[in-house]
């Protein structure tokens, strides 16, 4: 992977070039900004409409909403079409991102989401409201899978993963926009039964379409173009970024560090995919199956049951619970931002072992607290906000994981594969574990529910403090090299030497 050569030279299908470098050289600028609002915001609209949802089901439900369908549906069919379809349309378009560019895709991807969301906002039956619930999570599947792999290419090594972190942890972001917007869009005294919740639904849009202006200076991924043919392209591309950060910082940038060499080639089946992802790296496919399974029954145990626990067992009224899911969403983003940077200093092995034990043992804590008595609305929410202060960091490294120790060709549909089992284990298996748990109104079944997160979450933290992979600072290349590489090169080593 080494040589001596900046810009790119090519023999028949064979090409050197040291765009990987040149991109990790680059210091921070305005275009990195770009980058992180045109991709990254998204994330906010995510965390905004499925906060939204949650919190208009019982309007829905009242006569006068406009649309015939019970709370239940809302919560029950309508969550579980959004679930599928995100699973789906994650593997879907996880697949085209990898063969046709990542901008193509996440383009496409959200135009869909939007579409979906401004269908949802015009539902007036009840199988049309379901059928753009499950729309609205294809668009957002296909986001997670084009949007991380288009990221990692595109931010700087030694930045990737904090701004990893705060992308997606600004999911947090929206679900607190979410859980206020809900209060006011639901008071009938400012808007009707009928038209508030479609309100909602309709600023997602205009939200989203202002993002959607923003992604299109977002370039192509160069690390695509030069695998995929267009090494002419990616040179292209990235002088003229480097003359843009530049000009900003007015000094020169040092060389590059290093070359790499490949043979290009437009697609790879997904023969390929398959037996690289599970069989040439199957500790690391073992990781992101860890982690991903460990914070979706921990978000599970603590977000599913969130409003029922805190009605049944401390009288909250239903129009406050509002204001009580702010305050741990306000401790789900404050964690990736605060902690996010020690994930590219201290290092990944340490900081997602540490974050996943820690939001383990104090989820256990809590259920302790809870089945003794010693806790009310205010506390447990207090215990839920530092729970999740960790668990959001170590979640939102999960996603970094997976979309950082794969080989580039594979990069978009490993990170769709282990999103959609992790997206299928926490809104599938855990809403019908938990609910059984955490509405019926006995202490034991609450605990039982805590504790069964608890320790998913700590079996994910013991796994990575075996097999993490060391990627903080390193290239994409050096950490898993391309299936093209030329010529082949040997695997990494197993962790933990790796």
Request: aromatic share 12%.
């Amino acid at each position: 992977m080494i040589g001596k050569s900046e810009h790119v030279t090519t023999t028949a299908t064979t090409i050197t070039t040291s765009v990987p470098g040149r991109l990790d050289r680059l210091p921070w600028s305005r275009w990195h900004w770009t980058v992180v609002i045109g991709l990254g915001t998204v994330w906010i609209l995510d965390g905004l409409e499925v906060t939204v949802v949650g919190n208009i089901a019982g309007r829905l439900s009242e006569q006068g909403s406009g649309l015939p369908i019970t709370s239940g549906g809302v919560t029950g069919l309508a969550a579980a079409l959004y679930v599928a379809g995100a699973c789906s349309g994650a593997l879907f378009f996880g697949r085209l991102t990898d063969l046709f560019g990542r901008k193509r895709l996440f383009m496409v991807t959200l135009a869909v989401y939007l579409g979906a969301t401004a269908m949802t906002a015009l539902s007036y039956s009840s199988w049309w409201f379901f059928a753009f619930r499950f729309m609205t999570g294809f668009g957002i599947g296909g986001e997670y899978a084009a949007i991380n792999s288009a990221i990692d290419e595109l931010i700087p090594a030694v930045y990737r993963g904090r701004v990893d972190l705060i992308i997606n942890g600004s999911f947090w972001l929206g679900a607190i926009a979410g859980s206020l917007l809900s209060i006011l869009m639901l008071d009938t005294s400012i808007f009707p039964k009928g038209l508030g919740w479609r309100l909602t639904f309709g600023l997602g849009v205009i939200l989203g379409l202002v993002i959607l202006l923003v992604r299109r200076h977002v370039p192509e991924s160069p690390r695509w173009l030069f695998i995929h043919g267009r090494a002419d392209e990616a040179e292209k591309l990235v002088t003229a970024i480097e003359k843009r950060v530049t000009k900003e910082k007015g000094t020169e940038l040092p060389p590059p560090k290093g070359s790499i060499t490949i043979g290009q080639r437009e697609s790879f089946g997904f023969r390929d995919i398959a037996l690289t992802v599970f069989s040439d790296y199957r500790r690391r496919a073992a990781l992101g199956l860890a982690l991903f399974i460990g914070q979706a029954f921990l978000y599970n145990a603590i977000t599913f049951g969130f409003g029922a626990i805190l009605t049944r067992f401390f009288g909250v009224s239903t129009s406050r619970t509002g204001y009580y899911f702010a305050v741990i969403a306000v401790g789900n983003f404050l964690g990736p931002l605060l902690l996010g940077k020690l994930f590219d200093t201290v290092g990944r092995r340490i900081m997602i072992s540490s974050t996943y034990l820690l939001a383990g043992v104090l989820l256990f804590g809590t259920a302790w607290l809870f089945g003794a008595g010693l806790l009310n609305a205010v506390t447990l929410t207090a215990c839920w906000a530092v729970v999740l202060f960790f668990a959001s960091a170590g979640a939102s490294s999960a996603y970094l994981t997976v979309s950082e120790i794969f080989p580039m060709e594979t990069r978009a549909m490993a990170i769709a594969f282990f999103y959609a089992v992790g997206t299928a284990a926490g809104g599938i298996s855990g809403p019908l574990l938990f609910s059984a748990l955490t509405q019926n109104g006995v202490v034991g079944d609450t605990v039982l529910a805590f504790s069964i997160g608890a320790a998913l979450m700590c079996v994910g933290g013991v796994v990575a403090a075996f097999l993490a992979v060391r990627a903080e600072g390193r290239s994409l290349e050096d950490i898993a090299a391309p299936l093209s590489v030329h010529p082949p090169e040997p695997l990494p080593a197993p962790a933990p030497a790796e």
